[in-house]
């Protein structure tokens, strides 16, 4: 991951997620997340109209950084990364896409939740990962275990991350920042 944007990250700790919606809807949120001065944000592929509206958005507001998430198959991550966004997220790991991220020098974050899931990223020199979902695979207590294992590794927990527990997670050495859509 460049390290300017890996930087951006870690100094705006939140990244808000925009999931399921009509185009209006995501555009909406958007603007709503703009207003509270988040400069980074990350729009699923959730809803049929998410790629196009984020596209438009992209366009109109070239100052955001804009991470596409839900990235579950090759062809979603080559058509997503057409418009170059800011970087790309997914819920798991796949060699495939881990390949194509790499040999394409995309800012990608592959979602793991097993020690195998982070020891396949590794594999591809990713160290930046999304642990999803961080609730229901054992939050900070498993994210702690998971220190003692992978030091060098650094995570973005979403998954029932939200405005109640989401400093928990940000008080893990090995925790750079959290994403959730109730931000």
């Known amino acids: 991951m460049q390290s300017d944007l890996l930087d951006k990250i870690m ?26 001065n988040y400069e980074i944000i990350e729009i699923t592929l959730r809803s049929e109209e998410a790629l196009e509206t984020a596209i438009k958005i992209k366009k109109e507001f070239s100052n955001i950084i804009i991470g596409i ?70 939050g900070t207590s498993a994210l702690k275990f998971l220190n003692e294992i992978f030091e060098n590794i650094k995570f973005i927990p979403t998954g029932g991350v939200n405005t109640n527990n989401y400093q928990s997670y940000l008080d893990l050495p090995n925790v750079i920042s959290v994403g959730s859509t109730s931000f």
């Open 69 to 138: 998430g839900s990235i579950k198959t090759l062809t979603m991550l080559r058509e997503a990364s057409k418009y170059n966004f800011n970087f790309y997220v997914s819920p798991g790991t796949s060699s495939e896409i881990l390949n194509y991220s790499n040999l394409n020098n995309l800012n990608f974050i592959p979602g793991v939740a097993t020690p195998s899931d982070i020891m396949t990223a590794i594999e591809y020199k990713k160290t930046i990962l999304k642990f999803f979902h961080a609730e229901r695979n054992g």
């Open 11 to 36: 100094f705006q700790k939140k990244i808000p997620i925009i999931g399921k919606g009509t185009a209006d809807e995501i555009v909406n949120k958007f603007k709503k997340l703009i207003n509270n």
